[in-house]
């Protein structure tokens, strides 16, 4: 997909307000779904492995280990040839060590040793440094620290809007291929899944909404961008 075809792309889009300052979508599902059949076949697999992706970090659903492990190896791949890793570095490890921190917390006294548990590059750091509050990452994750404080005390409103405000100031950061590349289009998608989410979040179920935050890892995900 040529640049002037991103350019029409995104600036078909409209701007998205902060999640917790909106009062609705400005674009529905159904015609940011329509609009994305403007990509190339290669960008459109991108997007759809990144769905995907960000389906299971923000909303849990059914799916098998297998299923999960297949999926965060068909992204891994794809943002690795494509160096777009920078992009995805913070929600995979997020997701891996909040698992971490809920096993601790209901009591497991250390993890498998194989990795069976979490995806991406912490998998084996965190196996290996159970017993330490940070898993031996505050100095990289300062977040940590206050995502641990939530999970004690069961915040769940409070969890789940710090864990959307990392994302979505993640995906605000300037981005390498401008505000008209793939990268661009990968992070609006993300931060309309983030807005999405927030939008539906129901205060008054906030203990279940918080079960379903802190879910494992591998107790599967729902793609929340569906026919792409």
Not at 13 to 42: H, K, T, V, W
Not at 85 to 108: H, Q, S
Not at 146 to 169: C, H, N, P, S
């Amino acid at each position: 997909m040529g640049r002037h075809q991103y350019f029409m792309l995104m600036a078909s889009l409209p701007a998205l307000p902060r999640f917790d300052q909106a009062e609705r979508l400005p674009i529905n599902r159904e015609r940011l779904s329509g609009r994305m059949s403007m990509l190339a076949p290669e960008d459109q697999f991108l997007v759809t492995c990144a769905g995907n992706f960000m389906g299971w970090f923000l909303q849990p659903g059914e799916g098998s280990d297998a299923d999960m492990i297949a999926c965060y190896e068909r992204l891994a791949s794809i943002v690795t040839e494509r160096r777009m890793w920078a992009l995805f570095e913070l929600p995979v490890n997020l997701k891996t060590v909040m698992v971490a921190l809920r096993r601790r917390r209901r009591g497991d006294v250390a993890l498998s040793g194989d990795g069976s548990w979490g995806v991406g590059p912490l998998v084996g750091h965190i196996e290996r440094h159970w017993d330490h509050p940070d898993f031996k990452l505050g100095s990289v994750y300062p977040w940590i620290v206050q995502v641990r404080t939530y999970l004690e005390k069961d915040m769940a409103l409070e969890l789940e809007r710090f864990i959307l405000g990392l994302m979505w100031d993640h995906f605000s950061r300037p981005l390498p291929g401008g505000p008209f590349g793939i990268e661009a289009l990968v992070a609006y998608l993300f931060k309309w899944g983030v807005l999405q989410r927030w939008l539906s979040y129901d205060h008054e179920d906030a203990r279940k909404r918080f079960e379903d935050l802190v879910a494992e890892v591998f107790d599967g995900w729902d793609p929340y961008i569906e026919h792409i």
